[in-house]
């Protein structure tokens, strides 16, 4: 059974950082490719950021490109979200997923999808003005 656990949320202030951290179980880690998304009450979920098997190709999202590094950690079955200049948008429910689909579209270039079946229950971002 695959199990996906985030932590690593809490309240900080705008301008401020966080580390997410995403730890895996069920599934051979090396062989999936990794995502963080976020949701908002009454929003779509979008992706945050999303990286590859290997760790070598990584998809953000506008929004975040240049403040937020997603990486796959030394440490066996984890994945990190480094989230630096924070904003009060930024405000979410991140969750991270297994085996998200990290492609490119002849239409809107890299995307990551969210077409899994295994997510984590979330953890709370909330930035403050």
């Known amino acids: 059974q695959v199990q996906v656990a985030e932590s690593g949320g809490g309240l900080v202030q705008a301008g401020g950082s966080l580390r997410l951290s995403c730890t895996v179980s069920g599934l051979t880690f090396g062989d999936y490719a990794m995502g963080w998304f976020r949701q908002v009450p009454g929003k779509e979920r979008e992706a945050v950021a999303c990286i590859d098997s290997i760790g070598i190709n990584t998809y953000y999202a506008k929004s975040v490109k240049d403040r937020f590094t997603i990486a796959r950690g030394a440490a066996k079955n984890m994945m990190y979200l480094q989230m630096n200049g924070l904003k009060p948008e930024d405000t979410a429910m991140y969750h991270c997923?297994?085996?998200?689909?990290?492609?490119?579209?002849?239409?809107?270039?890299?995307?990551?999808?969210?077409?899994?079946?295994?997510w984590g229950q979330g953890t709370q971002v909330t930035v403050s003005s």
């Open positions: 997923a297994a085996d998200p689909i990290l492609r490119v579209s002849e239409r809107r270039g890299k995307e990551c999808v969210d077409d899994t079946s295994y």
